[in-house]
């Protein structure tokens, strides 16, 4: 089974990106966030007409998550994880790989900055609360992936120069600390399990050509529970949709599971 991720930054703005993505990926589910659309905006028929299924989560303008899926996915669930200021950043679901059922859970992290402001005491609370919340849920089910855009630089050869990004809500220490806390759940970071030296990003901002120059980030991330990394096959992050003509910011991570 492929599950790939990619925040879109707006749906309807990327929707022909995303089109032609399934169509040469062929991903089995695909992850996207910050869809920035409510439920009745979303663009169904486009993916309908191509094979897939949605399963949306949406939020005028900001936000939203959803999951776009070849094969069925089970107990929707948009209210399992209670969002500090109601924000649409959380879906989750249930697909059978063999014999076993998965709980998938598609998630947008808040980004934080200015740390200067409310919004990182929000990220901060946010973080605190999704690990309580998968905690709770590792106890139902430890059979857990979970996929997202999580606006966390785990390690400094996860960003081109971590020196510029000491005091950045994305890789600030206690924020890391958060994310270090939810692997000690008893996940794992897959990308990094399989490349441990590895540079390589999922996100170039528009600004100042980082994407010509490479200065990227790695901040789209798949962690499996540890029943499951004896089952990935390959992690990839796919940097094509990246350079394509308006493309988003992100770029699409791939995960093979068996």
Not at 116 to 138: A, P, Q, S, V
Not at 197 to 205: A, L, P, V
Request: proline letters at 3%.
């Amino acid at each position: 089974m492929k599950i790939s991720s990619w925040n879109v930054n707006s749906v309807r703005a990327r929707i022909l990106n995303i089109i032609n993505y399934l169509k040469l990926s062929k991903p089995d589910i695909l992850l996207i966030q910050e869809i920035k659309t409510e439920e009745k905006n979303f663009p169904f028929n486009d993916f309908k007409k191509i094979g897939y299924n949605c399963y949306v989560f949406g939020q005028k303008s900001y936000n939203g998550v959803a999951f776009v899926s070849k094969i069925d996915i089970k107990k929707i669930d948009i209210n399992f994880f209670k969002d500090p200021k109601n924000q649409s950043r959380i879906i989750l679901g249930d697909i059978k790989l063999k014999s076993n059922t998965i709980s998938l859970i598609n998630v947008y992290v808040p980004n934080g900055n200015p740390i200067d402001t409310e919004k990182y005491d929000y990220k901060k609370d946010w973080l605190d609360k999704f690990n309580i919340t998968i905690k709770k849920k590792l106890s139902e089910n430890n059979n857990i992936i979970i996929g997202g855009d999580f606006n966390v630089i785990p390690e400094k050869n996860d960003v081109y120069n971590h020196l510029k990004y000491e005091n950045d809500a994305l890789f600030k220490i206690e924020i890391r600390k958060k994310f270090y806390n939810l692997l000690e759940l008893g996940f794992y970071d897959v990308f990094r399990h399989f490349n441990k030296d590895k540079k390589e990003f999922t996100f170039w901002d528009y600004m100042l050509g980082r994407w010509q120059k490479n200065h990227g980030m790695r901040i789209d991330h798949f962690l499996v529970s540890s029943s499951l990394i004896n089952k990935v096959k390959k992690i990839y992050i796919n940097k094509n949709p990246r350079s394509k003509i308006k493309p988003s910011d992100h770029t699409p991570i791939e995960l093979e599971i068996i």
